[in-house]
């Protein structure tokens, strides 16, 4: 951080210098001096500075997978030497991570091969232990930075031309995206368009999944307001896409769907001490949700329907199928369609390797022939719909990739396409009263943050919604 200081000062001593000590116009000097060129050749010169600079920054990212330990963490980021026992102490004595766990993850940050700083993230912490160098192998400084200071809120207003995703392209992407504040290396430009697949897949795949097609529905000229929520590393200075916290979608062409938050427990499958999750609903309280997803992977083809009397194309017989085979790409990834508990998490003959999921109502699901499964989960897991939970393959009898997806109510069988799911479940009594009191203290706050006025939809005819139960 010290040495590009100085090389930006360097710079803009050099500049001044230059303006300075500049010569007068003369006749036999040249032409008139143009400010306009110069102000081109200042910007093309600051614009190759932040080229340098942000190729100066490099990040090696590790994680720990089973059996895996803090030593190999940071070895297989570069962390050897002195460096290496420098931190083992700092952040078993020092900082009290005496142990690591699957899925805890660690950040070493260099500039010109020279280690700069070291993240630890624990799966469960909310925040990260930091540890500081400062180009030798002595650490300067080490501490734990609370999630609190890295993550802020920012208020996003969009107006469709084509599609949402030159939408949010155009207009969403925060302008400290990248140390520089311009895309200029290949890591800016995989984080830009991660930033944007995020973005899109939140809006899309989440919270208006239900009620708009974003095929057929979106018009030119529809606005998109958004409060979404970022990381932003100040020691890196990178922002990242986190998750959209409320969101409307005014049609140009009339009405609007709104995606209200609400913090609350999950449902009663749940274990104990869940954490309080993030929910979104319409004005009224009612869910956005359905019960379930239509399907558990993104734009997958039927390959084989639900049936009672199918030719298996591996066993060569006639047998009841009870399920519906959704052919994708292999690694696919497959969705839990609904809130619930894994109860198989494993191999299981000629569905392969296979997950099961308890849902409330007396529903279970099942998804077969996985190739993999998801990190971080284990039989007794609660997963959320939308989560990922395996990924498509071929395994057990299986010609090709596919996943197997079944469905039990009561512990009969029943067909996915045809059943008719239920919804989500809207808040109720002190719920819904929290909901309407935090609503427009939401709005308030949401316009102040985007600088206008924020729409609200009109209620739906004269029957109010919102009255709360005795």
């Not at 190999?72 to 009290?96: F, K, M, V, W």
């Not at 300067?140 to 930075?145: G, N």
């Amino acid at each position: 951080m010290r040495s590009r200081i100085i090389l930006i000062s360097i710079f803009f001593l050099a500049m001044g210098a230059t303006f300075l000590f500049r010569k007068p116009h003369s006749p036999e000097t040249g032409g008139v001096w143009s400010l306009t060129d110069h102000l081109s050749k200042l910007e093309y010169l600051t614009d190759s500075l932040n080229s340098i600079l942000a190729d100066t920054i490099e990040v090696r990212t590790a994680f720990v997978e089973e059996g895996g330990t803090l030593g190999a963490l940071l070895y297989s980021t570069g962390i050897e030497g002195n460096r290496y026992l420098n931190c083992c102490d700092i952040l078993i004595d020092s900082l009290g991570w005496s142990s690591v766990h699957v899925g805890d993850t660690l950040d070493a940050f260099y500039a010109r091969d020279t280690l700069t700083e070291v993240r630890a993230r624990p799966r469960n912490g909310r925040g990260y232990y930091c540890i500081e160098f400062d180009g030798t192998a002595d650490p300067v400084d080490w501490y734990w930075v609370p999630e609190e200071q890295f993550r802020r809120l920012r208020a996003v207003t969009l107006v469709v031309s084509s599609s949402v995703w030159e939408s949010i392209a155009s207009g969403g992407v925060p302008p400290d995206l990248s140390p520089s504040g311009h895309i200029v290396t290949a890591r800016d430009s995989i984080r830009e368009v991660a930033y944007i697949k995020g973005f899109e897949n939140e809006l899309a795949n989440r919270l208006f999944v239900y009620d708009i097609d974003f095929y057929y529905d979106v018009q030119p000229g529809d606005s998109v307001w958004v409060l979404l929520e970022e990381t932003r590393y100040p020691g890196s200075s990178e922002t990242t896409f986190r998750r959209i916290v409320a969101a409307k979608y005014d049609f140009t062409l009339g009405g609007m769907t709104e995606a209200i938050p609400f913090f609350h427990q999950p449902d009663s499958l749940a274990p104990d001490g869940s954490a309080i999750i993030l929910d979104h609903y319409h004005r009224d309280g009612a869910s956005l949700r359905t019960m379930f997803l239509k399907m558990p992977v993104p734009f997958g083809r039927i390959s084989s329907p639900y049936s009672d009397s199918r030719m298996h194309p591996v066993l060569g017989y006639t047998r009841v199928h009870r399920g519906i085979d959704y052919a994708a790409p292999m690694g696919t990834e497959i969705y839990a369609v609904g809130d619930g508990v894994i109860t198989v998490r494993g191999f299981t003959g000629g569905y392969g390797n296979m997950v099961r999921l308890r849902h409330a109502n007396a529903y279970e699901t099942g998804y077969g022939h996985m190739n993999s499964y998801a990190r971080h989960q284990e039989i007794g897991s609660y997963v959320r719909q939308g989560d990922v939970i395996g990924y498509v393959g071929s395994t057990g009898l299986s010609t090709g990739p596919h996943v197997h997806f079944e469905m039990k109510r009561n512990g009969s069988y029943v067909n996915p396409a045809s059943e008719i799911l239920p919804p989500a479940n809207p808040l109720l009594a002190n719920d819904l009263d929290f909901f309407m009191l935090q609503l427009p203290v939401l709005e308030s706050t949401w316009s102040i943050m985007a600088g206008m006025d924020i729409p609200v939809s009109q209620p739906q005819g004269t029957e109010s919604s919102n009255t709360p139960t005795e």
